[in-house]
């Protein structure tokens, strides 16, 4: 892959592929909504299919989970049972920069920026669980509410016992089952 966040035209065929089979197997995903009116949205923006290969690149497992009709968007989700292989990261850059030892790789704050996608808000994550179970084994950070970060706090969430749950954590916390769920509008 190139640095110019555009993937080589044997690379987007191949993602193409891989999408579109995922979104024909999960159709309760989206119900009312049809490839042949996606994929050419993503073959006209090749700077998002850059980014749903990362997502894919990360085990995310991205897939069609809404549409928006006021601005005529796909929302494309990470789909992966558990959080995708973007895992051991602290909130954002001020977090980790305030770690003393034992830093992690990066944030999730700046890794969602660099792969281009957006990080789930609280809501939007319960909505994505109401599609299907996610994390039942690991938990996902969504985006934090300025208030608690302005503290020090973070928030994440999961999926135990039937239920989703809201939690907090210092900022400056990772843990090898935490990772994010990302989102692109296409």
Not at 8 to 34: M, Y
Not at 100 to 114: F, G, H, L, M, Q
Request: hydrophobic content about 30%; glycine content about 4%; some cysteine.
């Amino acid at each position: 892959m190139k640095n110019n966040k555009k993937l080589s035209t044997e690379q987007a065929q191949d993602l193409l592929k891989i999408l579109q089979t995922r979104f024909e197997k999960n159709i309760k995903r989206h119900k009312d909504l049809d490839w042949k009116k996606i994929q050419p949205k993503l073959e006209a923006s090749p700077e998002k299919l850059w980014s749903l290969h990362e997502m894919e690149q990360t085990e995310g497992e991205p897939d069609v989970t809404s549409y928006d009709k006021k601005t005529d968007e796909y929302i494309f989700t990470d789909c992966s049972t558990e959080s995708p292989k973007r895992r051991s990261l602290c909130y954002d850059k001020q977090a980790w920069d305030s770690r003393k030892a034992n830093k992690p790789e990066s944030n999730v704050i700046d890794r969602a920026t660099e792969m281009g996608i957006e990080l789930l808000t609280e809501e939007q994550y319960r909505k994505l669980q109401e599609i299907e179970k996610f994390d039942l084994k690991t938990s996902s950070w969504v985006k934090t509410p300025q208030h608690i970060r302005d503290l020090g706090g973070a928030i994440f969430c999961d999926r135990r016992y039937d239920m989703v749950f809201m939690y907090h954590n210092g900022a400056d916390s990772y843990y090898a089952a935490r990772g994010f769920r990302g989102m692109l509008k296409v």
